[in-house]
């Protein structure tokens, strides 16, 4: 349903924020090569819209996602972890498997903007992927923070977003402090 959406985008559309189509892997194949800006894909979580799941797998955006070369910034929601894959590839070797997955699908990425719906300081791995994009060239800003679930209250989400400073992860200007339902932004 998308592709008519995005044969008909004018020469000039250099940015794209397409909220939870499904399959997202499958409609962002059509992406012109004009779009510099790309968003939202949710990795790792499940976001109910409209009576659907949407969110993919790591495995999946590995497998499936397409290679989009003229993207240089990608927004995405991360999440703790997905039905089909529970949790993240671990540690330093699996926060460099999601930097290079990241840029094998998308070449010239410079900049990963996130959403982080988080259960911990270490889920999901938003320090260590951080840290491993930067080593790589690529900027990695937390958009907003806010919890993967109803029993993480709004104090251990505030402690997470000081974790993350504290571990020199760049936040946007925007989730530097609390707001309501728990969420950082």
């Known amino acids: ?5 995005l ?3 004018p020469a000039s559309c250099s940015a794209l924020d397409v909220r939870h189509a499904l399959p997202l892997a499958r409609a962002l194949a059509g992406v012109p090569a004009t779009v510099r800006a790309l968003g939202t894909v949710v990795l790792m979580a499940e976001i109910y819209y409209h009576s659907r799941v949407v969110g993919m797998s790591f495995s999946h ?3 499936h996602f397409p290679t989009l070369p003229a993207v240089t910034e990608l927004h995405v929601v991360m999440g703790p972890g997905h039905y089909e894959e ?3 590839p671990q540690g330093a070797r699996g926060a460099a ?3 290079a997955a990241l840029q094998e699908k998308l070449p010239v990425l410079s900049t990963l903007i996130v959403e ?3 259960e911990s300081l270490a889920v999901p791995p938003v320090v260590e992927i ?3 994009l930067r080593s790589r060239g690529v900027r990695c800003v937390v958009r907003d923070i806010r919890a993967a679930s109803r029993r993480i209250d709004a104090a251990t989400v505030a402690s997470i977003a000081a974790g993350l400073r504290a571990a020199d992860v760049e936040m946007a200007p925007r989730a530097s402090g609390l707001a309501d339902n728990h969420k950082v932004g």
Not at 1 to 5: E, G, N, R, S, V
């Open 7 to 9: 044969a008909a985008l």
């Open 97 to 99: 498997a999601v930097a």
């Open 130 to 132: 951080a840290h491993a």
């Open 116 to 118: 982080a719906m988080v």
């Open 1 to 5: 349903q998308l592709a008519p959406l």
């Open 86 to 88: 529970p949790t993240w």
């Open 61 to 63: 955006f590995r497998s």
